[in-house]
């Protein structure tokens, strides 16, 4: 367990505007004053490469009314992006958009040949736009050129050292991009280009010329939040702002019927929303579609602007949700239990697992779980027809698409195709190819760290005081949010003696622990944790609320705890 170090100079530049509670949580952060600020207007501009010629066919498409057909991934940011490039070109008149996503056991991913070939055959489009995909799409986008249909990519994914044929790529990670944050998920590039084309459209008078209201784009920030959140990228003074305004519609109800629905079914209130409601609550049911079937059901939740249309949706997403879960639960069993017999005589460096019965759709999930669990890159693998198809989770200290690169280049023959990011990516083997994979991985990642076994430690806030261990302070915490990813809810820890302890919902330990030295007894829970043979105890904690019947509390939610 290791303490955040104060950044003391940076400390002392903070106004009295912020409360003191928090000027050593944003100190610890390297957070400076100007970047609290989440109005709209502190929104970096838009400037990628490429876009100039992105507006230009835009422009020309909704000019001539061409079929313009989306194209997105198949979870909750390819989905929310989705949506939000329909929703924004019907704003701005076109007739003729629609949306197809590809069927992941189907099609594969992004703008596959097969997805262009069934766009074809059901769509007849003139230009394809695609959402959270498309940028290691070479095939696909050739094909469709070769089709005479215009393509514009949308991406955040890494692009590698050559581009697709495309007529336009917006990518803020594209080499020599001067947008300043490289952060943006999906649905957050697809929000800053119809953004963009909005702006560019008012300079023309397209708008007052064909008596078209004038979009306001806010209208789509619910889903540029839920889709920001769910993807679990970099929590920026740019995607913070994004998610707060965001979170802020849904907390008044000025959002889709679908994100309401979802959260009904959830039994989560859209007045009290916090980002984890998105990312722990509403993403994963959006995502279960994809997973299992077709997110198409999703996307028709989120643009549907019936509350009862929406709860149609939202009850067959919970479907497939509870579906997820118990294969979830089965395939991590299986997993643990093939760690379980392996021999790691120089630790664990990473983890590479296959079994022929694991779904394809929630492997990804299994192998976040166990990196998570083991504090080291982990790659889960299901069969897909005469392939096998992965899924790797990794830890900060390895950047998982540049390694894969590494391991492609060296093994030319071993990688069928791949991409991701620095903490996630997905790939293809021949199944003949596993182990060697397997090795290659390993010897990869350990050659990487120097032969040092990757340790992840918690990083805390430090100790707090009795006095400071109150529901004030859980509630300046939630109001200083969204936390996340590189903007992380502070962690404190504290020694405890445990007052009462109970297992509730099968696995969980509910307790009441009082700070050593203290008289106050606070209520705490510390999800999946078996009781603890002690009246002492070191916990990690983060100060939250526990509201019941209107009533509102301070609950310690324990990170982590070990008997002492």
Not at 113 to 142: H, M, W, Y
Request: charged letters at 20%.
């Amino acid at each position: 367990m290791l303490t955040r170090k104060l950044d003391q100079a940076l400390f002392d530049t903070y106004s009295d505007d912020i409360p003191s509670f928090l000027k050593p949580i944003y100190a610890a952060r390297s957070v400076s004053e100007s970047q609290l600020e989440l109005g709209l207007a502190n929104l970096l501009t838009p400037k990628f490469n490429q876009l100039d010629q992105a507006l230009t066919l835009l422009e020309s498409a909704l000019l001539a009314q061409k079929r313009i057909l989306i194209i997105g991934d198949f979870d909750c940011d390819g989905a929310t992006a989705s949506v939000v490039a329909v929703k924004s070109l019907r704003l701005m008149g076109a007739k003729y958009v629609d949306f197809l996503v590809p069927n992941r056991f189907e099609h594969g991913y992004g703008l596959s040949c097969e997805i262009v070939q069934l766009a074809i055959l059901e769509k007849q489009p003139d230009l394809i736009i695609t959402v959270d995909n498309g940028i290691s799409s070479f095939d696909g986008a050739r094909l469709a050129k070769q089709s005479n249909i215009q393509v514009i990519i949308t991406d955040h994914h890494l692009p590698s050292d050559s581009l697709p044929e495309a007529d336009a790529i917006i990518n803020p990670n594209l080499k020599g991009c001067e947008f300043l944050s490289k952060n943006l998920a999906g649905v957050g590039v697809c929000f800053y280009l119809f953004s963009a084309l909005k702006t560019h459209l008012s300079k023309t008078q397209y708008f007052s010329k064909r008596a078209i209201p004038l979009p306001d784009l806010r209208t789509v920030l619910d889903l540029v939040a839920l889709g920001t959140v769910a993807d679990v990228v970099r929590l920026d003074q740019n995607n913070r702002i994004l998610i707060d305004q965001g979170i802020k519609r849904i907390q008044a109800k000025k959002c889709t019927p679908g994100i309401l629905a979802l959260l009904e079914i959830a039994n989560r209130q859209p007045a009290t929303l916090q980002a984890s409601d998105l990312g722990f609550a509403v993403g994963p049911r959006l995502n279960a579609a994809g997973r299992l079937s077709d997110i198409s059901i999703g996307i028709k939740c989120l643009l549907t602007t019936d509350i009862n249309d929406a709860r149609r949706y939202a009850k067959e997403l919970e479907e497939f949700n509870q579906t997820r879960k118990q294969e979830q639960a089965r395939i991590q069993a299986q997993a643990q239990a093939i760690v379980d017999a392996q021999e790691f005589s120089q630790g664990k460096f990473s983890l590479s697992l296959f079994d022929p019965s694991w779904h394809e759709g929630i492997v990804g999930i299994v192998a976040g779980k166990l990196k998570e669990d083991y504090h080291c890159p982990v790659a889960v693998f299901a069969q897909s027809g005469n392939f096998l198809k992965g899924s790797i989770r990794s830890i900060p200290s390895v950047h998982i698409k540049d390694l894969l690169d590494l391991v492609d280049r060296k093994n030319p023959n071993l990688i069928l195709k791949f991409g991701g990011h620095a903490m996630a990516a997905g790939l293809s083997l021949e199944a003949q190819n596993f182990a060697a994979f397997k090795e290659a991985f390993n010897q990869a990642i350990k050659t990487h760290l120097n032969n040092e076994v990757p340790k992840v430690e918690l990083l805390t806030d430090g100790k707090l005081e009795a006095f400071d261990i109150c529901l004030a302070n859980a509630q300046i915490i939630q109001q200083a949010g969204p936390w996340g990813q590189g903007f992380e809810e502070p962690i404190f820890y504290g020694k405890f003696e445990i007052v009462e302890q109970k297992i509730v919902g099968e696995k969980h330990l509910k307790c009441r622990l009082k700070l050593n030295g203290d008289t106050q007894v606070h209520d705490a829970i510390a999800f999946f944790q078996a009781p603890l043979d002690s009246k002492q105890a070191r916990a990690a904690y983060k100060l939250s609320i526990n509201t019941w019947r209107g009533e509102s509390s301070l609950q310690l939610m324990i990170e982590q705890i070990k008997a002492i």
